[in-house]
């Protein structure tokens, strides 16, 4: 089968296009017409035709021009089957296309146009195999049933691509002017075409391959020198302390020097027997060693207040029981004409002003008096403290109540004087935690 100029003209009568639109108020009609008569060349068979919509759509870039290619390559396939009266089998092998391709797009145009036998022609154009007998349908076996309307007019009121102005897409020119060049003039060799084009992707692909491999190897390249000079910066700033041995002058070496081998002692009979004499002397003298005296504490410490005296009211002459019975040789200077004891009582808390709250009724009970100008209780850092003279006859009880209220080490001493007659005194830490 050959198409020529008389086809593409009864096509176009056909397809019914709305060229003012298309053209833009026809303002672009040459370059559509021109378009039209390059592509469609006369004489010419329906697989170059199909080659062409082909290689017109891969010149084209925007999607809406490549759409509008496709569609009109449709409507000149549903022409063939309208007009020419072939059947699905003849178009798929006039136009190297699938048959279930060809029976869809004559379907979808059918039931447009028939929309009340659309089961029919479901039916009709229903391809289940590669021996179905609908493949060898044609118009004419249809068209007594459901009427002549499919020759009159190809495209619809709402068929958008029968009036879209194609002529304003940017690579309109490009497509019009490569068609003159490439179509008109020559014979175009589609299958060298798609293998420059093939080729033509490999190129690329390689070059984007090495631009991906040059930018990973920069990347690797500073990244190494940065930890470089990232490790280099650490270790000038880590100072090693570490013996130094630069200062040693390297220049001198160790001589051994023999110096009773180099002087020559010359002595007479009688020196020698003098220095016989000295050290015997020194042999058998006995240096006496001084005493070592270990000096004692005089604080002692208190297991508890049962080991504090009994009888306070003897407290103030009573010996302690820690302290040694006979006293003589150096430790006699070491104790003074008084024998009052003084008390201190070391304790922790985690809430040393309860404790404090406690101890102040306590003070009043007694009878107890500050020491100096000294409030009890006062706070420093660390915890409180109270510096009491508490009367003789109470201080059992006092001190008993006190330990109660936390763990509390109790250290006796010897009063250094000036205490108050009658009274002891008591040195009271409470130490916060």
């Known amino acids: 089968m050959i198409l020529n100029k008389v086809d593409f003209e009864q096509f176009k009568t056909w397809l019914d296009l709305d060229i003012n639109s298309i053209a833009w108020e026809g303002r672009y009609a040459d ?94 154009f229903q391809i289940s195999n590669v021996s179905s007998e609908n493949l060898f349908i044609t118009f004419k076996d249809i068209e007594q049933i459901m009427g002549q309307e499919a020759r009159v007019k190809g495209t619809f009121e709402d068929d958008i691509l029968a009036h879209m102005e194609v002529t304003l897409y940017p690579d309109w020119p490009n497509l019009v002017k490569e068609l003159r060049k490439d179509i008109l003039l020559l014979k175009v060799d589609f299958g060298n075409l798609q293998k420059r084009t093939a080729f033509k992707k490999q190129i690329k692909f390689l070059q984007e391959v090495i631009f991906l491999l040059l930018v990973l190897s920069l990347l690797v390249f500073a990244l190494k020198n940065a930890n470089k000079w990232y490790e280099d910066y650490l270790v000038n700033k880590i100072t090693l302390f570490e013996p130094n041995f630069f200062w040693l002058d390297k220049t001198l070496s160790y001589q051994e020097q023999d110096l009773l081998a180099r002087q020559s002692i010359d002595l007479s009979n009688k020196e020698l027997d003098e220095l016989e004499k000295i050290e015997a002397q020194q042999v058998f003298s006995d240096d006496k060693l001084a005493s070592r005296y270990d000096p004692e504490s005089d604080v002692t410490v208190l297991d508890s207040v049962e080991d504090v005296p009994k009888t306070f009211g003897e407290a103030e002459t009573e010996q302690s029981a820690y302290e040694e019975n006979k006293k003589g040789g150096y430790r006699d200077s070491s104790y003074s004409s008084s024998n009052k004891k003084a008390y201190r009582i070391m304790m922790a808390s985690v809430e040393p002003t309860t404790i404090k709250s406690k101890i102040l009724p306590l003070i009043k009970r007694y009878g107890i008096a500050q020491i100096d100008n000294v409030k009890p209780g006062t706070q420093i850092p660390g915890g409180l403290y109270f510096n009491l003279n508490v009367p003789s006859k109470n201080l059992k009880d006092f001190m008993t109540k006190v330990s109660t209220f936390a763990e509390a080490t109790i250290f006796e001493s010897r009063s250094e004087g000036g205490d108050l007659a009658g009274k002891n005194r008591v040195f009271i830490w409470v130490k916060g935690i």
């Open 31 to 124: 370059s559509f017409s021109g378009f039209w008569d390059s592509f469609f060349k006369d004489q010419i068979e329906p697989k170059e035709l199909g080659e062409r919509f082909s290689y017109a759509k891969k010149i084209a870039k925007s999607g809406p021009l490549i759409s509008w290619l496709t569609w009109l390559f449709e409507k000149f396939i549903t022409y063939s089957f309208i007009h020419n009266d072939f059947s699905i089998r003849e178009i798929s092998l006039l136009y190297d296309l699938p048959e279930r391709y060809i029976a869809t797009i004559i379907r979808d145009h059918m039931i447009k146009v028939y929309p009340i036998y659309e089961d029919l022609i479901n039916e009709k």
